[in-house]
């Protein structure tokens, strides 16, 4: 199993492009989350999804889309790159199979800088 | 009030001591935690959960929740070169489906 994979490992973007970040997993989880990571700021998350067909906003979806394409597929859109999201992309899971058990498991992430 | 703190280090402990990380959080009614390994560059590890109070071992990793006080634990005993790295705190908020993590603390052993 390859758990959470993430592409692209790296990307560098002109203020104003647009770009895709794809996150899958094969753990047949039903949860999933984007995280972005600053220095200084920790762990904030920008989006999640409980489980397939809903998505909600998290701590920092200002400037962010996601889309649940199915139980294996989230991912997370810049419509137009601003160099405030110049960061480290996480994305994780996690079978939630209760509300209070929410293990998640991380993707080896994207850095992503705006330029 | 951050929802949970950490003190961000770094803390040095010398090779085969034992190192004591720390968590507070403020959501009383919480009721599972976490503990993250990070290593410079790479992506957050899961090490530790607990959800009851008392202590919780793995192999040399030890983590302590106490809900009355709101505070939990991890001690990693006979710390080695190779536990070097950032360990970061989870919180799941009761009801919510998703983790609030702390700023994590920096470790280094010191061989």
């Known amino acids: 199993n390859a758990g959470v994979t993430q592409t692209p490992k790296f990307q560098v973007l002109k203020t104003g492009q647009s770009m895709t970040l794809q996150c899958a997993q094969d753990?047949?989880?039903?949860?999933m989350y984007w995280y972005r990571q600053d220095p200084g700021m920790g762990l904030r998350l920008i989006y999640y999804?409980?489980?397939?067909?809903?998505?909600d906003k998290g701590e920092v979806p200002n400037g962010y889309n996601v889309s649940r394409l199915n139980k294996r597929e989230f991912s997370l859109r810049l419509e137009s790159a601003a160099p405030s999201q110049t960061s480290v992309y996480f994305c994780?899971?996690?079978?939630?199979?209760?509300?209070?058990?929410?293990?998640?498991?991380f993707g080896p992430g994207t850095r992503l800088t705006v330029l | 009030q951050k929802e949970v703190e950490q003190n961000s280090g770094p803390l040095s402990v010398p090779e085969g001591a034992i190192a004591s990380l720390n968590c507070t959080y403020s959501?009383?009614?919480?009721?599972?935690f976490f503990w993250y390994r990070q290593y410079s560059g790479k992506s957050p590890e899961l090490i530790m959960s607990?959800?009851?109070?008392g202590d919780k071992e793995d192999g040399r990793f030890t983590a302590q929740l106490n809900k009355a006080s709101q505070y939990v634990s991890l001690l990693i005993r006979d710390s080695q070169p190779s536990d070097s790295a950032t360990y970061l705190c989870?919180?799941?908020?009761?009801?919510?489906?998703?983790?609030?993590f702390g700023q994590g603390t920096r470790l280094t052993i010191n061989p």
């Open positions: 994780a899971s996690s079978a939630l199979r209760s509300l209070d058990y929410n293990e998640q498991f």
């Open positions: 753990m047949n989880h039903n949860s």
């Open positions: 999804s409980a489980s397939e067909g809903t998505t």
């Open positions: 959501d009383r009614v919480s009721q599972s």
């Open positions: 607990i959800y009851s109070n």
């Open positions: 989870a919180v799941n908020l009761q009801g919510a489906q998703k983790l609030v």
